[in-house]
């Protein structure tokens, strides 16, 4: 029999659990005040929805054996996009939703097999909104969710923004057939390739500065207008990033605009950005998102309403964080009952009753003690703070 949990996956202790519970609390607190309904998309989807058109490669789904392509969901914007353009498709626009749950992603392991990778995740989708508008609201909600959580981070995280209208911008002098090819250097930072592209093509010796420029992002702007005057893109980013800017400082974050980033699904055609902090050995994206219209009109909506964006944190990553997982939002008293050899299980039953009406948390401990100095020492043991003591 196998003993230990599959590759991936692990088990978690209740004190992981209770912290999960109060990180998704804290983020959903937020997310009810901003106006957003909670739904609950299937683990489970066909797999022509989880691949959202082809946006994500089939190899990073987790294939089930049925009668159908299914498979387990890798993240879950495609399945409320799909819900949204279907079972909510005349609801008013725009549409504010917010999830929770948990997301399996497949890679190959070191020895060749599958591993599969079990991530809980608290987001939310918003729908029928066009314009810069959306981004300012959402990116402003990602930074109001953060500072609910109160980490007590020794460095500030950084906020990564990139949009896929820069990507464009770029390699709007490069045949489109080379592209791909000119977008994977950029994106991995791989110089040497990108080097030996320019050696055959040495017109676009140019993109090689881009891979120095990101930073600051009033700064990275001006250089891409110096290089870009007229792009309605840049317009948008000065919008977004003179109303970040001051949030960012009340929160603790810090601002980068990198033209070159581009998210690892290809979900996205337009603002894309992570949210990183200092893990305990290496850096940690504990949020991403963007926004994902095209995705949308691929499920069937249409029209000024088929547009969508959002952002998820990963709550498990966010737990790990250094000191993170230390901290409680709250201290509940836990009663330990226990009886006396004068007392019997039904009497302990019966007050451990009274102290759940009050709302207290009691539990019995099933064997009579011969003295209170004896459940007094099992109090300890058990993990609870307070003692209620019957002795009749």
Not at 44 to 58: P, Q
Not at 101 to 107: H, L, Y
Not at 378 to 385: D, H, S, T
């Amino acid at each position: 029999m196998a003993l230990q949990p599959a590759s991936g996956v692990r088990d978690l202790n209740p004190q992981q659990v209770q912290r999960n519970h109060e990180l998704r609390e804290a983020l959903a607190a937020v997310y009810r005040l901003w106006g957003y309904e909670e739904v609950a998309p299937p683990r489970i989807e066909r797999m022509d929805t989880l691949k959202a058109g082809g946006a994500i490669d089939s190899r990073d789904i987790v294939r089930l054996v049925a009668d159908e392509p299914l498979g387990l969901r890798p993240e879950m914007t495609a399945s409320i996009a799909r819900a949204a353009c279907t079972r909510f498709q005349d609801r008013r626009r725009p549409l504010r939703l917010w999830s929770h749950g948990t997301v399996f992603e497949g890679r190959q392991a070191d020895e060749g097999g599958l591993c599969i990778e079990e991530k809980l995740h608290c987001g939310v989708e918003l729908f029928g909104a066009r314009g810069v508008e959306a981004e300012l609201e959402l990116l402003s909600l990602l930074m109001a969710s953060f500072k609910a959580l109160a980490l007590p981070l020794s460095e500030p995280p950084q906020l990564l923004i990139g949009h896929t209208g820069l990507m464009q911008l770029l390699l709007k002098n490069v045949d489109e057939q080379d592209h791909p090819a000119y977008r994977n250097c950029l994106t991995q930072l791989d110089r040497l390739a990108l080097r030996e592209l320019i050696n055959t093509q040495p017109q676009h010796a140019h993109l090689q500065q881009w891979l120095d420029r990101r930073g600051a992002p009033d700064a990275v702007i001006s250089q891409l207008k110096g290089a870009f005057p007229d792009a309605p893109v840049l317009q948008q980013l000065t919008r977004l990033i003179n109303h970040l800017s001051p949030l960012a400082e009340t929160t603790g974050i810090s601002l980068q605009l990198d033209p070159t980033f581009q998210p690892m699904y290809a979900l996205y055609d337009g603002i894309v950005f992570q949210l990183v902090c200092r893990g305990t050995s290496s850096p940690v994206v504990v949020a991403r998102g963007g926004r994902y219209d095209t995705v949308v009109q691929r499920l069937g909506a249409r029209g000024k309403d088929a547009t969508g964006l959002g952002f998820s944190f990963c709550v498990d990553d966010l737990r790990d964080l250094p000191g993170a997982f230390a901290m409680t939002t709250s201290r509940t008293d836990r009663f330990l009952l226990c009886y006396s050899q004068n007392s019997s299980m039904e009497q302990a039953l019966q007050a451990q009753a009274s102290l759940h009406r009050r709302g207290l948390s009691c539990q019995v401990d099933h064997h009579p003690c011969e003295t209170k100095a004896e459940a007094e020492e099992r109090l300890r043991e058990a993990g609870c703070n307070s003692l209620e003591w019957v002795d009749d």
